[in-house]
């Protein structure tokens, strides 16, 4: 695995070294962030439900490309990492790239644009059934309705693989009729895509505050982490030890749907700094009546280097 972390890696340079388009240019960003995860577990009942702070530090860098006059190209490298105040089995660090390609229609502010990105990362956890890697795809569309009023469409594609899977032998689904085979549940309850469609508004509020309000649905694999329960043979479509949230606790993974509303601020500080501010509140129903709400609230401060 080393060996192919360090070729994409190297494909990632190489595209950073030779592409040359008729403009281009160095960037960067650096930024730290707090954030509070009241059901990092995603768990329903209470005993399950665990919850913790984190910091998340994070760097990248790369060119921009001007293609045309009406079409940017980004090709960034991103290393970052999570470290968590009580759960260190989860603290981990990444490596990887993203790539953006943004085309606008017409000259202005109000003139429409598009874009699409992917992004490739390496998720090394102290809790090793998490290693792997995580890719995310997205094609977004936005305006300027008015001169302080956005309006953004999304759909995002997100999977993520694990290195290894650890089946638990022994453990099986419940058998209804004596005559049939039990039948083994997967291991890879940490092996989950799913899709992701977004409508956000952005306000200016003055020239250096702006404002957000989204909506987000999410269809996919939801990984929840409980104490041991025989239910898990029933409707766990995989499972595995999740010792990162300590002894006997067990990771399984269901098909779920997941409203999420966000709300945020950023203020940008000068030309290149910005603290934000947000607030993500999701509610999640699953197959076999799963059911949990999260809260997540979160801080940054991003400089940019362009």
């Known amino acids: 695995m080393i060996k192919k972390n360090r070729h994409f890696l190297s494909v990632v340079a190489a595209l950073l070294c030779y592409v040359t388009p008729v403009q281009a240019e160095w960037i960067g960003n650096a930024g730290i962030q707090y954030e509070f995860n009241s059901n990092l577990s995603n768990a329903r009942l ?6 913790d702070s984190a910091f998340r530090p994070n760097l990248s860098g790369g060119k921009y490309f001007q293609l045309t006059d009406a079409t940017g190209l980004a090709l960034t490298a991103d290393i970052g990492g999570t470290t968590y105040l009580h ?16 085309h606008k229609f017409g000259l202005g502010g109000l003139a429409p644009w598009i874009s699409l ?32 009023f956005t309006l953004q469409l999304k759909y995002r594609y997100e999977e993520q693989i694990s290195d290894r899977i650890y089946n638990i032998p022994g453990l099986t689904h419940a058998t209804f009729d004596d ?32 404002a957000f309000l989204a909506y987000t649905r999410r269809e996919g694999g939801i990984t929840s982490t409980i104490g041991y329960d025989p239910e898990i043979l029933e409707y766990g479509d995989a499972v595995a030890v999740d010792r990162a949230f300590g002894n006997n606790r ?7 749907g997941t409203n ?29 009546h799963l059911e949990y709400n999260n809260n997540l609230a979160h801080f940054s401060l991003i400089y940019s280097f362009e």
């Open 46 to 51: 209470p005993s399950d439900i665990k919850s």
């Open 179 to 210: 005559e049939d085979p039990p039948i083994p549940i997967g291991g890879d309850a940490f092996n989950i895509s799913a899709h992701n469609v977004s409508l956000t508004g952005i306000f200016t509020v003055t020239d250096a505050v702006t």
């Open 117 to 148: 990105s992917g992004s490739a990362a390496y998720h090394d956890f102290e809790n090793a059934p998490r290693d792997g890697w995580r890719y995310n795809l997205s094609f977004a569309m936005g305006k300027r309705l008015t001169e302080r």
């Open 250 to 256: 067990y990771a399984y993974k269901v098909e779920a």
């Open 87 to 102: 759960f260190d089995g989860l603290n981990n660090v990444l490596y990887g790239a993203s790539t953006t390609l943004r």
């Open 260 to 288: 999420l509303i966000s709300v945020g601020f950023s203020w940008a500080i000068n030309g290149h700094a910005s603290l934000n501010l947000g607030y993500d509140w999701m509610e999640t129903t699953g197959d076999h």
